[in-house]
């Protein structure tokens, strides 16, 4: 099947068709810079990370375009704080964010810019605005005037006449209240703003939060493109807002498509920097959990539900690698010739039918991870007599590191083994030769309590494990 997406403005999955055929151009909301990004802003970005990785599968050329909000009221009121300039603040958080995109390989967009770097565009797109009937100036402010666009609410579903009537928003700040009529596109200077400041026709000031990225968007990606995706907090009024000020200054359509991530939950609630219960990929990193397993948590339910984030789901993802690594290691490790057996020739192209078939039905992740456990389990059963030898080993692999192409997980990353923790593997090993099970289970809890899970995998090999990774595998013919 082609690929099919959940649309929010249709509110229903359709077969998505890019504008110029084979190339994808997307836009993705990027993090406000005045803290460090947090697990449930990491949701959204894997979320976009496996959708843009599926569009390359799929043979598209990809246009991805990340913007970087390093000017709004929380980054004013956070380089005030510390009394410092404003890049002063979000440069290193910058720095951090990208560090971060690298630990749970999220792919690098194509463009990154920046808000400040880009406020001519957000002038001229104002002053479109202006001239078309749009906006109007009120105090040093600059309004867009949500009556006169007549497709006002169209993403969000809500009604214009449930709003507030006559209020003005001259904030950045946002939330999913009914409060929200005209909107600013330009602020004019106040004291708090300090020296953040450019001047304008109207005056010095700054642009509004959601004019940032109407303009941005479009500079890299065009009057229309074919695809703008964030977390379910910007339907609105952030993205509405984005729509009305687009289209009414170029008359075009924007962005074709709309996909939103549901929010992840932490302890029951919504993690967000103002309920103060967030958490940073560092700080789980620093409680033991490796980025491949937080991936794993972020990318392994749908897009469209909320992901429950906590330790029981941590130690889920661990073990659920954990188990998927015996596949991976047995079939690299293969040895000895042979040709690839009828039964694992024609399962491999099935598993590969079945997995990509649920990326293609809106990024279903359940069926794509059934398929990789059905496939764990089939070959395990198929060597469980005879092993996998050198050419099935070798087809395996291709075809999981062709999945990995995707998911981004499936490859571990192996360390060495601590002193003294590969002589008792070493020991188990000739009790377990010896039939002396009892001696070769206490060393086996002993490894446990250390942090090592033993798996006894094909023949009397031994695969040792941490923290989801493969150490070694240590075959009993080299005893």
Not at 211 to 226: I, Q, R, T, V
Not at 437 to 461: C, N, P, Y
Request: hydrophobic share 40%.
């Amino acid at each position: 099947m082609a690929l099919h997406i959940y649309d929010t403005r249709r509110r229903r999955k359709v077969p998505f068709e890019p504008i110029d055929p084979g190339i994808v151009r997307f836009y993705t909301c990027g993090p406000t810079v005045y803290n460090d990004a947090h697990i449930g802003n990491f949701r959204t970005y894997v979320f976009e990370d496996l959708l843009r990785r599926t569009f390359k599968y799929l043979g598209y050329n990809v246009r991805q375009v990340m913007n970087l909000t390093d000017i709004d009221d929380k980054t004013i009121r956070q380089a005030r704080a510390e009394g410092v300039p404003l890049a002063k603040v979000t440069a290193p958080i910058i720095e951090r964010f990208f560090r971060d995109l690298d630990a749970l390989k999220i792919e690098r967009a194509e463009v990154y810019p920046k808000a400040t770097e880009h406020i001519p565009e957000m002038i001229a797109l104002i002053e479109k605005l202006i001239e078309r009937g749009y906006a109007y100036i009120a105090e040093g402010n600059v309004y867009y005037s949500v009556e006169k666009f007549g497709d006002y609410l169209q993403l969000s579903g809500k009604r214009l006449d449930q709003l507030r009537r006559g209020v003005r928003i001259n904030a950045d700040e946002y939330d999913e209240k009914d409060d929200y009529h005209d909107f600013a596109l330009w602020k004019g200077w106040t004291e708090d703003d300090g020296d953040v400041w450019w001047e304008s026709p109207w005056g010095r000031g700054r642009p509004g939060w959601h004019l940032e990225c109407s303009a941005m968007s479009m500079k890299y990606l065009g009057e229309e493109f074919d695809l703008h995706t964030g977390g379910v907090d910007n339907i609105f009024p952030h993205h509405e807002n984005e729509i009305a000020q687009s289209v009414a200054a170029t008359g075009k359509g924007f962005s074709r498509y709309w996909m939103h991530c549901a929010h992840l939950v932490f302890e029951g609630e919504k993690m967000s920097k103002s309920l103060g219960n967030i958490c940073t990929l560092r700080e789980s990193l620093t409680q033991g959990y490796s980025a491949r397993v937080i991936r794993y948590v972020l990318i392994g339910t749908h897009y469209r539900q909320g992901v429950n984030y906590s330790v029981d789901t941590l130690i889920s993802a661990k073990n659920s690698l954990a188990r998927l690594d015996t596949l991976y290691f047995s079939a690299l490790n293969a040895a000895g010739p042979g040709q690839i057996r009828p039964a694992i020739q024609d399962a491999l192209p099935r598993f590969r039918q079945e997995f990509v078939a649920g990326l293609e039905d809106d990024l279903n992740i359940a069926v794509s991870l059934a398929a990789l456990f059905e496939m764990v389990s089939s070959i395990h059963r198929l060597a469980r007599d005879v092993p996998l030898n050198r050419t099935e080993g070798a087809a395996v692999v291709d075809l999981w590191e062709d999945f990995d192409r995707i998911l981004g997980l499936l490859i571990p990353e192996g360390v060495s083994l601590p002193d003294g923790v590969e002589d008792k593997v070493r020991q188990r090993l000739v009790f377990r030769k010896n039939r002396q099970f009892k001696e070769a289970d206490v060393i086996r809890e002993e490894l446990q309590r250390q942090g090592f899970t033993l798996e006894d995998g094909m023949g009397e090999s031994v695969v040792v494990w941490s923290e989801g990774r493969r150490i070694v595998k240590i075959d009993s013919e080299n005893y």
